[in-house]
């Protein structure tokens, strides 16, 4: 009973604009579970046959080419979920993204089959799919103009900006080989950058760890 009340706590503190109806059918239709941190969530190419609604941790949304190299899209929070997750459940389709936690994370998993009955029943889940989409959206035009039109130096600024706030701390764990393979270059240009970054006091390097400072 502890352990209910406890799910049903998140779930009402990261979504506090469903319904109540909506609230007792993710409760009753849907499949609580914790992940660790650094757990593969979601792989390309695989079928997705639920959404993750996300209660508690971080989780870091993928971009994986043919080779293995990865690009950082964007993070999901506590009352956020995949819009690409949504899209690709609703039409049966392979996921073209890798989905993968930061730290511990809670998710409600919720069944395909339920998601587009919910659309014309719940007011609050199609204003909540309306809003994922347009999210997402404007944080995939971000990250492409980001890319398209800032040089590398720009690029990493702009990331570990983004890391501090959906991580919430100015003490990045992570190494300069992960920000490179998530910014698709070599770790001798991000350790070179970096470098540069500690010399202007914008931030101050230890090993793998980041503290952020005057970006």
């Not at 914790?34 to 390309?44: G, H, I, Y």
């Not at 046959?49 to 870091?60: A, D, E, F, N, Q």
């Not at 899209?87 to 511990?104: D, G, L, R, Y």
Request: glycine share 2%.
């Amino acid at each position: 009973m502890a352990i209910q009340q406890v799910q049903d706590d998140l779930l009402r503190k990261s979504y506090p604009l469903f319904e109540e109806n909506l609230v007792s059918e993710i409760e009753e239709q849907g499949a609580f579970k914790t992940f660790p941190a650094n757990e593969v969530l979601m792989r390309r190419g695989q079928y997705i046959r639920s959404t993750m609604l996300v209660l508690s941790g971080l989780i870091k949304i993928y971009r994986e080419d043919e080779d293995g190299n990865e690009f950082l899209m964007y993070y999901l929070k506590p009352g956020e979920a995949c819009a690409l997750s949504l899209v690709c459940a609703a039409k049966h389709e392979a996921s073209p993204i890798m989905a993968k936690t930061v730290s511990e994370t809670d998710v409600m998993m919720v069944p395909v089959d339920i998601m587009s009955e919910w659309m014309s029943k719940f007011k609050s889940w199609y204003q909540f799919v309306i809003e994922t989409y347009r999210t997402r959206f404007d944080e995939l035009l971000a990250t492409l103009d980001n890319v398209a039109f800032r040089s590398m130096d720009e690029r990493l600024e702009f990331y570990l900006k983004r890391a501090k706030e959906a991580q919430q701390t100015t003490m990045l764990n992570i190494s300069h080989q992960e920000i490179a393979n998530e910014l698709n270059t070599s770790r001798e240009v991000i350790s070179r950058l970096l470098k540069k970054m500690e010399q202007k006091d914008m931030v101050k390097l230890n090993r793998n760890i980041i503290e952020l400072k005057n970006l």
